[in-house]
């Protein structure tokens, strides 16, 4: 079994910045791409950001050049940090990862709460 623990949401005025953590945890081989997702009420869930396994990164149009994801191999864990944050930003944000065991497996995070008000 694979888990993943996000962590790191919460409250925050237009304009603040917040870390989201996730530790991915578990019987497995590697970890290959890891990545944001949110998901806000009444929205369909969008991707925020991915890494993969080489360092290499994507972003939403609506968040470059604000929020930065990076990660800690070493602790299979993924961050992503957000500045200068709009209300917009208010979603459920989830953590998922490419596992590898003895396939390629993706597993999700539980979720944390980013809440941003103007």
């Known amino acids: 079994q694979v888990q993943l623990m996000a962590s790191g949401g919460g409250l925050v005025q237009a304009g603040g910045s917040l870390t989201l953590s996730c530790a991915a945890s578990?019987?497995?081989?590697?970890?290959?791409?890891m990545g944001w997702y949110r998901q806000a009420p009444g929205k369909q869930r969008e991707l925020v950001a991915v890494?993969?396994?080489?360092?290499?990164?994507n972003y939403a149009d609506s968040v470059k050049g604000r929020f930065t994801i990076s990660r800690d191999n070493a602790k299979n864990t993924l961050y992503l940090h957000m500045n200068s944050l709009k209300p917009e930003d208010t979603a459920a944000y989830y953590c998922?990862?490419?596992?590898?065991?003895?396939?390629?497996?993706?597993?999700w995070g539980q979720g944390t709460q980013v809440t941003v008000s103007s």
């Open positions: 890494n993969d396994s080489g360092g290499r990164t």
């Open positions: 998922t990862a490419d596992v590898r065991q003895r396939g390629l497996a993706t597993y």
């Open positions: 578990g019987s497995f081989f590697s970890v290959n791409a």
